[in-house]
């Protein structure tokens, strides 16, 4: 029963310590940083799509803890957050 409860715990640890969706991380991103950049801090982007010359990346959930890098030309021009911790 220890035993079980151990991995259900380190489980857990484990699902939510991996999350790179931090203020830590979000405050490491610059202006101009390319998209390579921004994924080697964040991880893959969960959702990018192309329009008029940009490309919008967003990491999370837009309606929940997300994060959203705008590139205008491979360099990031905005970024904003909602819901990190």
């Not at 919008?56 to 819901?83: L, P, Q, R």
Request: proline share 0%; glycine share 10%; hydrophobic share 40%.
């Amino acid at each position: 029963m220890k035993r079980n409860l151990a991995m259900v715990l380190l489980g857990a640890l484990a699902l939510t310590g991996c999350s790179k969706l931090t203020k830590e991380n979000y405050d490491m991103l610059e202006m101009g940083m390319t998209q390579e950049q921004v994924e080697s801090i964040l991880g893959s982007a969960d959702n990018c799509g192309k329009t008029l010359g940009t490309l919008a990346c967003v990491w999370g959930n837009e309606e929940a803890k997300h994060v959203k890098v705008v590139f205008m030309a491979d360099k990031a021009v905005t970024f904003t957050y909602d819901g990190l911790k």
